[in-house]
Structures are given as structure tokens and as C-alpha cells.
């Protein structure tokens, strides 16, 4: 993983970019909730491991599970969106579809960077290792942070500018 909250870059930059198409809350939660899996090794274990979570299989059954629990909770952080600005409506597809993205944008940032994972599955290795450099990896991350946070702020200004 490029350290847990990098991976919020990408995701803020894709709802941004997509809103309202995209549900801002479920991509931001969808971007990291996959490190569920290396934190759970970690803390048990006292190591670092990506396993099938961290793949595009086991990545899509969180988005799912995901969208299932975020569905009836969305009336409540949709309310809590409207205090950063942002109103939107959502339906289960628009959430489904959020969670897909943001977890597997996660599982194809961390297969830049980790040997042990097989993004693939059922299919062994990482046929991503090295593509990018994890310099690079970590640059996409800030990047995207700052052209999402950037977006945001503009639509900010606009939204007010119209009130």
C-alpha cells in the first residue's frame, strides 16, 4: 500500500472529478477499507501482508459488502456530506459503482509496490511489480490529492458564488 491515507488522493481526485456521479463518501471509504487486511496481519502477526483482499476478486466482494452496509446508511452521511458543501443524491448503483472503483484503484496502486500479492487471483503473481516505481506511486497519490482537493475548493467557490 502506499501508506494507508495516500490512497485517499486518488479517490478524492475520481469523486471530484465524477461528481456527482460518484459517491464522494463511499469512494473515500472504499479507497482505504481494503488495508483492513494488511492492518489485521500486522497486529497479529507483527508483519505486513496483502493477501486476497488485495486483489481484484477479493477487492470487488468488499465493494460489495460495502455497498451494502453504506445503502441504508446514506441518508446519514449524506447529511454530514452537506457540511463539506457537497450535496448529492445516490442510489445503490451509484454506491456499488463507487466501491468497485475506489477498491480496486487501491488494489492497482498496491500491486506497483508488493511482491506477495497476486492482483490476479486466482492466478499466482504480480504481473505489476515494478511497473511504476513506489516514488512514482507515492507522487500519483499527492497529485491526485491536490488536483482533488483543488476541484473541491472550486466547486466550493462556485456554489457560493451562485448563492
Do not use: W
Amino acid at each position: 500500500m502506499p501508506f494507508t491515507p495516500f490512497h485517499l488522493g486518488p479517490g478524492l481526485f475520481v469523486a471530484m472529478l465524477l461528481f456527482p456521479l460518484i459517491d464522494v463518501v463511499v469512494i473515500l471509504i472504499a479507497s482505504v477499507i481494503v488495508d483492513i487486511e494488511p492492518a489485521y496481519y500486522l497486529f497479529t502477526h507483527g508483519y505486513v501482508y496483502h493477501g486476497f483482499l488485495h486483489s481484484f476478486v477479493g477487492c470487488s466482494i468488499v465493494a460489495v459488502m460495502l455497498s451494502l452496509i453504506a445503502y441504508p446508511l446514506r441518508r446519514v452521511y449524506l447529511k454530514i456530506l452537506e457540511t463539506f458543501g457537497l450535496r448529492q443524491k445516490t442510489s445503490f448503483r451509484k454506491i456499488l459503482i463507487s466501491s468497485l472503483v475506489g477498491t480496486n484503484l487501491h488494489v492497482l496502486l498496491d500491486g506497483f509496490l508488493y511482491p506477495e500479492m497476486n492482483p490476479f487471483y486466482p492466478i499466482s503473481g504480480n504481473p505489476l511489480l515494478n511497473m511504476l516505481s513506489e516514488a512514482t506511486v507515492y507522487l500519483i497519490c499527492i497529485i491526485t490529492f491536490i488536483l482533488g482537493a483543488t476541484i473541491y475548493v472550486a466547486r466550493l467557490i462556485k456554489s457560493e458564488s451562485k448563492e
